[in-house]
């Protein structure tokens, strides 16, 4: 379960954020949630590709990590093997809730206590002896900014997407090198063929947004799928 | 228009408001409510009657502004999904505008002996029945789940008030097939708007106060008290049970079919919920009285209930407090206290004819039978899907479609009078004249009466099929049989293949069960489903 607090300088003066990462740190995930200003970013690495929340039915853009349900194939040794990784899964145990009643939607850092990373004794420290944060706590604060204007941002690009039709459903069938079979379902992507055939101003709208740079680096992004069909052979053999 | 006026032809040509040959160019429906609406957004839809360049011909709908709408609940068959997705509607305005909820079949209570038996009639085929006829194998088993639960995993919702679908389910997809429970009057609303805003549908407020001929016969036009006289080449019947066209105008008869179908009376009433976050059930309810049955429906906001019965066999007093008996059992005293039903007398039965000349007649006026197994919206759905499908491109032809057109629609109406029917031959209760009269042979159809004495010998399945577009499947006839405990023998030869069937049934039987273990661990509450529906939607893929 989750236990999501403000944080609290007096409050939470003692606790220390554990880093690298593992499984025991929470990060055997089959995907983590990314945002069109971090395709470029993901791309380099990690398929794009979209699905539902399972609460919501609303979309989101994830970079995915595995085949199935807590398997993540960037998780070696208790390290992981890619030169970039998702601003989600680094922010851990943070993150932005919005506090305050209608317009005044403060956004203010929060934090999971029952998160594997937090803890008392060991890892970075959040405050220094002062109460004032430490650079590793700043930092954090800046991703939580960097993050939450880029899922601000993201919603936009996905209306836009369901707008013009340009997601479809994606299902692949994989067999890996052992003889076993993945069908992973529950996926979608850009329609290619849709999205040749949009017309100029359509295209400029899309531009103007910032949307167009990062439709085509979840096209791109698609090759990074033989990049984890390799990582899942490796592991069976 | 212009060229048309040049030459030789003019004054023949300019004196009418018909085009220069007999093509349909003008389609009048006289009539709103979901009838009306449902017609004209299907025709709409189809022929792109909003384009400019090549519209193929004009589609009017007078409706009078004096006819309240009335909000009474009623269900559908899946067949609407199809329907609103043609007409264009999302899913998640039509469930927020029309208060709708999902329907996954009808729930049967006391049609059997009266005594607290219940079954149902879900809208999903039992399992494996393209290849696999199921009913000789559960009739074989010992201590056997009821029919329905034991070939499909739909009525396993039933019981907690489950809905058919996910948050993350595209629009009108399923995992188990369903329809809707809705406000009938805010569907009339919301189809109203979006054929006028979106479809092209011109909507004219007034009142129809003569019907004026052609030489020929056919309708010319219809004379307006605010909106003058509007000529058409065909005109649409959505007047309801006055039937101003089809009846009045062109004396078609009434056929009544109250010797087969003896209810003739409904008392309506809308009770609360006691509640506010109080389930929403999956299915309509229908209890069986001692001269009608009781209808059930749960929308978001309210429970639509009614009694159906025969005024023959019950007085309006008694049939009260039947339906108040009801109410208070399901709802407590202080929601019944609250309710005074609203009388609707109707005579069940349809007109002889449905297409006559120029003019087609479509809901009500066309014919009213009890809503036992919500059959009003989908005969609509269907005669607007037909119209526009086979549209008459002349007048020429119109005749040879409107023959066609009622022999469909009359066997149609056969097909659920006959199925309705089932239910009451069936019934073994014996507890008032009612039930008794309903299993008097001069009360059955003959064609019902055949079928009943060869589902003796074995189940109905794919050959008792009588057309591809029958309203009710050979799967609808084996749930009410066997939901009603009609004993089929087993076959008199033997078969060839018989140790393989066997096998493949047992395997569906558990197959079944397995799935039904899984959706009622996956799918939310219908409750749950539609608070999401309203806050987020559902996404179109």
């Not at chain 2, 299993?439 to 009588?466: K, N, V, Y």
Request: aromatic share 10%.
């Amino acid at each position: 379960m989750s236990q999501y607090e403000v944080l609290n300088k007096d409050k939470h003066r003692q606790l220390r954020i554990k880093t690298g990462y593992s499984a025991a740190l929470g990060d055997a995930v089959m995907y983590a949630m990314t945002y069109p200003m971090e395709f470029r970013d993901i791309q380099s690495c990690y398929p794009i590709l979209f699905t539902k929340d399972p609460n919501t039915g609303v979309f989101f853009a994830a970079a995915v990590l595995g085949f199935e349900a807590d398997q993540n194939l960037f998780l070696q040794d208790n390290s992981w093997d890619a030169s970039y990784i998702p601003a989600v899964i680094r922010r851990q145990p943070f993150l932005i809730a919005t506090g305050g009643d209608g317009d005044n939607q403060a956004p203010v850092v929060s934090l999971d206590l029952d998160h594997p990373r937090v803890s008392q004794d060991e890892g970075e420290a959040l405050f220094d002896a002062e109460g004032g944060a430490t650079e590793f706590l700043n930092q954090k604060i800046a991703l939580l900014d960097q993050l939450h204007h880029g899922l601000q941002h993201s919603s936009g690009f996905i209306d836009t997407l369901l707008q013009h039709e340009l997601l479809e459903q994606i299902t692949f069938d994989i067999a890996f090198n052992d003889g076993s079979k993945e069908s992973v379902q529950g996926f979608y992507s850009i329609a290619e063929e849709r999205l040749y055939q949009l017309k100029g101003d359509v295209l400029e709208s899309l531009n103007r947004a910032g949307y167009l740079q990062p439709v085509f680096m979840a096209v791109a992004s698609i090759s990074r799928m033989r990049n984890i069909i390799e990582r899942r052979n490796r592991l069976r053999v | 228009m212009f060229f048309l006026c040049s030459g030789n032809h003019a004054a023949h040509l300019c004196d009418t408001s018909r085009n220069m040959n007999d093509r349909i160019s003008r389609i009048i429906i006289v009539g709103g409510g979901s009838a009306g609406w449902l017609t004209a957004g299907v025709i709409a839809a189809e022929h792109c009657i909003d384009s400019q360049a090549q519209q193929p011909f004009e589609l009017l709908l007078i409706e009078s502004p004096d006819v309240p709408t009335i909000g009474v609940g009623e269900g559908t068959w899946p067949s609407m999904r199809s329907t609103l997705q043609r007409i264009g509607l999302s899913e998640t305005d039509f469930i927020r505008e029309c208060d709708a909820s999902f329907k996954q079949g009808t729930y049967f209570r006391n049609w059997h002996t009266g005594s607290g038996d219940t079954y149902s009639h879900p809208f999903t085929v039992p399992i494996g029945y393209a290849d696999t006829n199921l009913a000789p194998h559960w009739l074989e088993l010992t201590d056997a789940p009821q029919f329905a639960d034991a070939v499909t995993p739909q009525t396993a919702l039933f019981a907690d008030c489950l809905a058919p679908k996910q948050i993350t389910t595209p629009e009108y997809a399923f995992l188990v097939n369903y329809a809707y429970h809705l406000d009938a009057g805010k569907f009339a609303e919301l189809l109203r708007r979006h054929c006028t805003e979106q479809l092209g549908v011109k909507h004219i407020k007034a009142n129809v106060s003569q019907i004026n001929s052609a030489e020929n016969g056919d309708i010319q036009s219809v004379t307006t008290d605010s909106a003058g006289e509007i000529a058409g080449d065909l005109f649409i019947d959505c007047t309801g049970t006055s039937s101003l066209l089809l009846g009045e105008h062109f004396k078609i008869p009434f056929q009544s079919r109250q010797a087969t179908l003896f209810n003739d009376t409904a008392l309506a009433a809308q009770v609360p919920y006691t509640e506010e976050d109080q389930a929403i059930q999956s299915c309509t309810h229908s209890t069986a009285q001692t001269a009608g049955w009781i209808w059930d429906i749960g929308l978001p906001t309210r429970r639509g209930t009614g009694h159906v019965y025969s005024s023959a066999h019950i007085s309006e007093d008694e049939a009260t407090a039947q339906l108040l008996a009801y109410i208070k059992e399901t709802a407590g005293d202080k929601a019944a206290a609250g309710v005074v039903p609203r009388k609707i007398p109707f005579q069940p039965g349809h007109r002889r004819e449905f297409w006559h000349r120029n003019c087609v007649a479509i809901g009500m006026s066309s014919g009213f039978i009890e809503p036992l197994e919500a059959s009003a919206l989908v005969m609509i759905e269907l005669a607007a899907g037909m119209i526009a499908e086979q549209l008459p491109p002349t007048r020429d032809v119109m005749d040879i479609v409107a023959k066609r057109y009622n022999q469909k629609f009359l066997r149609h109406w056969n097909q659920i009078i006959e199925f309705l029917k089932l239910h009451y031959v069936l019934s073994a209760r014996d507890d008032s004249p009612y039930w008794q009269d309903n299993r008097a042979a001069t009360s059955i159809p003959e064609r019902l009466s055949e079928q009943l004495s060869l589902w003796r010998f074995r189940s109905p399945w794919h050959q008792d099929a009588g057309a591809v577009d029958d309203l009710f499947p050979t799967a609808s006839y084996q749930y009410i049989l066997y939901g009603m405990g009609f004993s089929t023998a087993p076959r008199h030869t033997a078969s060839h293949h018989q140790d393989q069937r066997q096998r493949q049934a047992s395997e569906l039987f558990k197959k079944n069960a397995a799935r039904a273990a899984q959706l009622t661990k996956a799918l939310p509450s219908n409750r749950e489903l539609l608070n999401k529906v309203r806050e987020f939607g559902f996404q179109k893929l």
